[in-house]
Nanobody, 120 residues
């Protein structure tokens, strides 16, 4: 019923920029915290950035000053602006959100992932 769909990934050169988008849809009553994770094969999933329902933000040390998370509540969307990209940023990026459906029970949802590759 509820879905999160990411977009915006791709191949970019070191120092370049990408903007990832994640759209929530379905029978949604409200959305709490929204976040971005990334995962490299063989390694544990890493929290990249989180934005609360009150728009407070926190970032992993590895991306501070380079990435910006934002949200548009009316559109049920969260974004990740990625600047000054480095090869070590290469990963599959996943959006995550705490969402209440019409039953008002909070559940965690994940997007399908979008690949970001930083390479010359």
């Amino acid at each position: 019923q509820v879905q999160l769909v990411e977009s915006g990934g791709g191949l970019v050169q070191p120092g370049g920029s990408l903007r990832l988008s994640c759209a929530a849809s379905g029978n949604i009553a409200s959305i709490g915290d929204m976040s971005w994770y990334r995962r490299v094969p063989g390694k544990q999933r890493e929290l990249v950035a989180i934005i609360t329902s009150g728009s407070s933000t926190n970032y992993a040390d590895s991306v501070k000053g380079r990435f910006t998370i934002s949200r548009e509540n009316a559109k049920k969307m969260v974004y990740l602006q990625m600047n000054s990209l480095r090869p070590e940023d290469t990963a599959a990026y996943y959006c995550n959100a705490l969402i209440k459906g019409y039953d008002l029970i909070p559940r965690t949802y994940w997007g399908q992932g979008t690949q970001v590759t930083v390479s010359s």
